[in-house]
């Protein structure tokens, strides 16, 4: 697979990015967020966190939210992130993230999280039963990376709103404060082929670790034989595959596994269309497809399994991460808060 070429130069630049312990990682983090992570990690300082402070915005069990932020670290390693180059940490270790939070959610505007499409997806037609966390979600991703004065972000499409909102608060805190430029206009990278994997279930939705549907999603740690079963069972419509990308058009479960394929094989769609263009799914492309799966998640998913065989050295590897992330953060957190004018007692 051909990585992607990001607009980050050496050393310019610092990268943040995270992923939510909230359940099995699926697809459409690896593509739209761990392959961005790997290929940066060689161009710029970059920090991957495990945002264990986001997760708990929905219930999650604290037996097992140790083991699932283990587990997220262990899928980074096994992606080919590697920790004696990028920091990787665990979010709750950096207690300076809930402490900027707090300072955002003051600088934030009410309307501006009226207007997040996640939270009115996420807390559906009861958002009066969702927590005040969910709400607020944005504006601790704002405190994530501003904390490290992130230049770039790497993400898939749908945390752009995030992102934007993230400029909003940098933007009107240097102005309310006096500081210009104090913390940066940071830019979203979501171009690549995998920015916006979609449900297999359902090419309207994106693929998501929430989906009640397991069949919705490939797990990074599902079998060959689940690879293709989902694949073999994922929707498609009657027609065969177009021979043109733009007769992909209206049909968006055919857009998605051609995009899928693309993705993970470094092809255009157009080169996809080329090989699979006017046959049908079922005999050649969805196999072809659940094969190409298999090549490339099962020694992600082997390496995930030995690295999570020892918990320990995980943890050890984390604490070193948040060590090496605080020494980052402190600076610009007393800074801020010199800012802020919360200068006195001290
Ligand atoms: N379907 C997707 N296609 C491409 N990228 C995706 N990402 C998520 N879904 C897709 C990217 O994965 C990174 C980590 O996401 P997250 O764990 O912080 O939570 P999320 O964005 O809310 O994604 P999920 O997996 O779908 O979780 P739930 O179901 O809890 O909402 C982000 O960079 C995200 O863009």
Known sequence: ??????????????????????????????????VKFVALQHQTQCLYCVVDLHAITAWQAPKTLAAQTREIAAAYFAAGVDPAEAIVFAQSA???????????????????????????????????????????????????????????VPVGEDQKQHLELTRDIAAKFNHDF?????????EALIEGPGARIMSLRDGAAK??????????????????????????????????????????KGRPEADNLVGIFAALSGQTKAQVLASYGGQGFGQIFKPALADLLVERLA????????????????????????????????????????????????
């Not at 607009?7 to 967020?33: D, I, K």
């Open 178 to 186: 006096d500081a210009p430029g104090f913390f940066p206009l940071t």
């Open 207 to 248: 693929m998501s670790k929430s989906d009640p549907s397991d069949q919705s999603r490939i797990n990074l740690t599902d079998d060959a034989d689940t690879i293709a079963s989902k694949i073999r069972r994922a929707k498609t419509d009657p027609l065969p595959l177009p021979e043109s990308v733009d007769d992909l």
């Open 299 to 346: 020694p992600v998913s082997a390496e995930m399994r030995r690295l999570m065989a020892d918990p320990a050295e995980i943890d050890r590897t984390l604490a070193a991460g948040a060590q090496r992330a605080r020494a980052l953060a402190e600076p610009i957190l007393a800074e801020t808060k010199r800012i802020v004018g919360f200068t006195a007692g001290r």
């Open 1 to 34: 697979m051909t990585e992607p070429a990001f607009p980050v130069a050496t050393g310019e630049h610092r990268v943040f990015s995270g992923v939510q312990p909230s359940g099995a990682l699926h697809l459409g983090n690896y593509l739209g967020a761990l």
């Open 94 to 152: 950096v207690p300076e993230h809930s402490e900027l939070a707090w300072i955002f959610n003051c600088v934030a505007r009410l309307g501006w999280l009226d207007r997040m499409t996640q939270f009115k997806e996420k807390s559906g037609k009861h958002k009066e039963r969702a927590s005040v966390g969910l709400y607020t979600y944005p504006v601790l991703q704002a405190a994530d990376i501003l904390l490290y004065k992130a230049t770039h």
